[in-house]
């Protein structure tokens, strides 16, 4: 890699914008990768330095690139609750579509770990919020049964429901998160209780559908 590329991927690690700035003038390339496959705008959203991200997308940083690991800004970003940089990713053409290693959109692991607001800009698009992973799971599924049931994922839930998720998609087990509320209601303390009854509340006029687990290709 040639030094002026390996100094901008640090100079975007420690968040140096004047210094970013200043390489990328001087043509260092915006998309080299160092020894992980990571480029400078990933190593840059890693950090969540803003100005850096925005320095190189403006400069015309891939905000798909993949690392060795499959994660790309765009993922990342979404996966870790980056959420000023999400929306420049996507801006600048993120692929609603790319998947990380588990075979999960940006909306799954954003469900899991409980960033709302890096839900909420990404139902403004039209990710496929249904998506399930290589692990039969969809980004439902996450937020009511790996969740904690609290206040913060009682809110993704309702999103996602807001959002048109189905709550009778069964993971491999043939478990659905409606399935799953009414079964951990009566077991859970009060604070898990309240993203389960965001469930059971109201939706049992729909009809649950027998769905086999999904064949992942």
């Not at 100005?51 to 891939?62: K, V, W």
């Not at 709302?116 to 009511?144: C, F, M, P, Q, Y």
């Not at 839930?157 to 009414?182: E, F, S």
């Amino acid at each position: 890699m040639a030094d002026g590329a390996q100094a901008l991927i640090d100079a975007a690690g420690r968040g140096n914008a004047g210094e970013v700035k200043a390489l990328l003038t001087r043509g260092a390339s915006v998309d080299a990768r160092d020894g992980r496959g990571r480029t400078a705008l990933l190593v840059a959203t890693h950090g969540n330095h803003v100005e850096a991200a925005r320095l190189l997308i403006a400069a015309g940083a891939d905000v798909n690139a993949r690392d060795d690991i499959q994660d790309s800004p765009y993922l990342y970003a979404g996966a870790h609750g980056r959420t000023e940089i999400l929306k420049m990713t996507l801006a600048a053409g993120a692929d609603l579509k790319s998947v990380n290693r588990y075979g999960g959109t940006a909306l799954i692991p954003a469900c899991h770990y409980g960033h709302v607001e890096a839900v909420k800009v990404l139902l403004t698009t039209r990710i496929d919020v249904d998506h399930i992973n290589r692990l039969g799971w969809t980004a439902l599924l996450e937020a009511v049964i790996l969740g904690d049931g609290g206040p913060v994922h009682t809110e993704i839930v309702t999103l996602l429901l807001n959002a048109g998720a189905d709550p009778a998609i069964a993971d491999r087990d043939g478990v659905t998160p409606l399935g799953h509320a009414k079964a951990r209601l009566h077991c859970d303390g009060p604070p898990a209780r309240s993203a389960r009854r965001q469930i059971v509340a109201g939706r049992d006029r729909r009809p649950l559908r027998a769905r086999a687990p999904p064949r992942v290709h």
